[in-house]
């Protein structure tokens, strides 16, 4: 008499029970084996199981759950260094490459729109006016377009923060790094951010600071990059979300055919950023 086949766990099954483990003890030094058995699943099943639900790899879940433990233990007061080795972290060098943009360190990561205090600034360039703006911890929006619309896009990106009434001199450092920018010039080493995202977001963002000036790469590339290559439109939604323009840059994304596709600010500007990086 056969003996009835065994019902494998769904994709969602697995990735829910293995999520679950994580969250609740994020320090804990987690293997491939141990991953896949809190899923209740091989090592190979759950990495194809977290591809396809979640659209990144068991060890990214796992860097972003410590990560969020490392930010939500710095909002308490503790001290980064502590709170870098609480969240599981074995080194300062793991939590900066967790969350590292342009010039972002863990101590700049901010708070989002809730109970901050935002400045501004904004100064004309080659691409139009450009405006900046930041939290007491870093740069936090980035835009081009005409002045009373990036206010009124500033607003409504951060509708629960204070927002300063008035142009903050204070910014000038941080608007003549847009500005380099715009006139494709490099970036200052040192440029603290202050931006918020899931860690798919992160990914795709860290991906775009790593394509070199000049140069050009499909969303399918970054897909790909990222080890996401089926996710190629919620690639895109990441580049259209992204809160820095020009630090984080998002103009350096075309089509796979080459042509430059969509850009907030139109393609005229996506165009003159590339040709001037380009020269």
Not at 28 to 54: C, I
Not at 118 to 143: D, K
Not at 210 to 221: F, V
Not at 231 to 260: E, F, K
Request: net charge positive.
């Amino acid at each position: 008499m056969s003996s009835m086949p065994v019902a494998r766990p769904s994709n969602h099954a697995v990735v829910t029970a293995a999520c679950a483990a994580v969250l609740a003890r994020p320090d804990a030094r987690w293997t491939s084996a141990g991953l896949a058995k809190a899923g209740g699943t091989t090592p190979v099943t759950l990495q194809r199981a977290f591809r396809a639900v979640l659209g990144l790899s068991p060890r990214d879940y796992v860097v972003a759950c410590r990560r969020q433990r490392f930010l939500d233990t710095v909002k308490t007061g503790e001290r980064v260094t502590d709170a870098i080795y609480s969240a599981g972290f074995g080194s300062p060098s793991r939590v900066y490459d967790a969350i590292r943009l342009p010039g972002m360190t863990p101590a700049t990561y901010g708070r989002g729109g809730k109970g901050a205090h935002i400045r501004w600034l904004t100064g004309a360039s080659p691409l139009g006016h450009v405006m900046v703006a930041a939290t007491e911890r870093g740069l936090c929006f980035v835009q081009v377009g005409d002045d009373v619309a990036m206010r009124r896009a500033l607003a409504e990106e951060f509708p629960r923060a204070s927002i300063a009434e008035r142009p903050s001199r204070s910014l000038r450092s941080l608007l003549s790094a847009a500005l380099a920018a715009a006139s494709a010039k490099p970036l200052p080493p040192e440029l603290p951010v202050d931006i918020s995202g899931t860690a798919f977001q992160w990914r795709v963002w860290r991906a775009l600071t790593r394509i070199p000036r000049g140069q050009t790469r499909s969303y399918s590339d970054i897909a790909r990059a990222i080890g996401s290559p089926s996710s190629v439109r919620a690639v895109a939604r990441a580049c259209a979300t992204n809160p820095v323009a020009l630090v984080v840059p998002c103009h350096r994304v075309v089509r796979a055919d080459g042509d430059l596709a969509g850009y907030r600010w139109g393609t005229s500007v996506k165009k003159q950023l590339l040709s001037k990086e380009r020269r």
